[in-house]
């Protein structure tokens, strides 16, 4: 990927990856990240570019760059410090430009080196800040597993959202499957390579299995994520989540990649997965839910699009309701917290549905007469006959 075409105007996927950071960190400043931390807020751009295109669209830094200066002018006492880290010469120049009154402000701070060199002293500047990272290298090889890893164990509130190129790890892994017609130095130096990568050789399993989909190299990638996260829960942090989403490209055949985004904190799951949803164009607007629900049996006024958005509505509940039951059926003698049973339905389509279409699955689900249903434990219904839910409302599941 050469520098020079990269940063002429941004393609269709980097303006989906920047619509991705600029939505969940503008809802996550808002909505929970000063409402959690119990220090200040701490942005890092590890891989941060020039800051805006050619053509003057901002890139990463400037759109982080500008939620930055907000915070301030609305809440200046709120602590929220942005860090840039650039490897390259003439882009950390275009980078120091483009954010010189922030600089100047003092809430940014922008760092030649690399990543991996620079990653120890925002860690030690960061203290106990709640710390969102966003690692966005050009290639695979620019970002080894070991590099981010001392985010993944930090003990303070950490989010992590990585661009992980997993069209191009497919071909690095095809000449690996045991047909491939390949000498043992390729063999061996490939190894390396995915070793570096995966963080050790669980990809190894794909081979074995001669599976190379997406979906599974990078599902294969976040279990070493999991598996290193988890060294870092603690008492206060005990659960770590890791989602992923696609970024579809529309040209060139190597540009697709995932979005991975991990968190300890289930109120970024479902920031992320609205985020996603929204990314997608399925976002419902919340007015139109509460229409769709009223006028859910009487379709077909001729207003063509309302009609199609609750059809999609509707399938997306029954859909989920069919998820949810899965959900009870694992964990059959489980008592869920309302927000908990929303939290694991998320989990299982993320990034296709936005929390209120999960949350009127449950309700339904809860609501209706037939078996297998969930069933609230110590609350009352409402006058219209549906049961009155909130976030800790118990459920048990009945089948
Ligand atoms: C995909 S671009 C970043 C785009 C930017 N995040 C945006 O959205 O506007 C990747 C950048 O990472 C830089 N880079 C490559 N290796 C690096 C490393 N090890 N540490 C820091 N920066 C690196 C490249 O010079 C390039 O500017």
């Keep these: 990927m050469g520098d020079t075409s990269f940063w002429a105007v941004p393609k269709d996927w980097s303006q989906r990856k920047h619509a991705v950071i600029n939505y ?15 220090g200040g807020v701490v942005v890092l751009d590890g891989f941060a570019g020039r800051g805006e295109y050619e053509d003057g669209t901002p890139g990463s830094p400037v759109i982080i760059g500008k939620l930055a200066e907000e915070q301030f002018q609305r ?49 030690k500047n960061s203290g106990q800040s709640l710390l969102f990272a ?13 590099d981010f890893a001392p985010l993944l164990e ?19 892994l095809v000449p690996m499957l045991p047909a491939a017609n390949v000498n043992d130095r390729f063999r061996q130096a490939r190894t390396e390579h995915l070793n570096r990568i995966f963080g ?102 001729g207003f063509e699009e309302f009609d199609q958005n609750t059809q999609r509505f509707n399938d997306g509940k029954t859909q989920l309701m069919q998820y949810l039951i899965e959900i009870g059926r694992r964990e059959p003698s489980r008592k869920w917290l309302r927000d908990d049973l929303i939290a694991e339905s ?30 609230p434990v110590d609350t009352k219904k409402k006058r219209d006959g549906t049961w009155q839910l909130g ?6 599941f009945e089948q």
């Design 154 to 172: 930090r003990q303070s509130q950490t989010e992590l959202c990585i661009v992980f190129f997993s069209s191009i790890i497919q071909r690095h």
């Design 200 to 301: 050790d050789g669980r990809w190894q399993r794909l081979i074995d299995k001669e599976s190379l989909s997406l979906d599974n190299i990078v599902e294969c990638y976040i279990e070493g994520i999991l598996d290193r996260a988890r060294l870092g829960c603690t008492r206060w942090q005990p659960d770590v989540f890791v989602c992923y989403h696609q970024i579809y490209a529309r040209v060139g055949k190597d540009k697709k990649y995932h979005i991975i985004f991990v968190t300890r904190h289930i109120d970024g799951v479902e920031l992320m997965n609205d985020t996603f949803v929204h990314e997608s164009g399925l976002l419902f607007n919340e007015d139109d839910i509460k229409k769709f629900e009223k006028s859910g049996r009487q379709m077909g006024f």
């Design 346 to 375: 998320i989990k299982t389509s993320f990034g296709k549905y936005q929390k209120t279409v999960h949350r009127h699955a449950v309700q339904s689900l809860v609501d209706q007469h037939s078996l297998p249903k969930f069933k």
């Design 134 to 146: 966003f690692l966005d290298p050009y290639r695979p090889r620019e970002l080894a597993f070991a």
């Design 391 to 396: 976030p800790k409302t118990l459920l048990v």
């Design 24 to 38: 969940y960190l503008k809802s996550a400043i808002n909505k929970f990240i000063f409402g959690s931390a119990t």
């Design 75 to 123: 809440h200046p006492s709120r602590d929220l410090r942005v860090w840039n880290i650039e490897l390259n010469h003439e882009n950390f120049s275009h980078l120091i430009h483009v954010t010189e009154p922030w600089v100047q402000r003092g809430y940014v701070t922008n760092l030649q080196g690399s990543f991996q060199d620079h990653l120890p002293t925002v860690l």
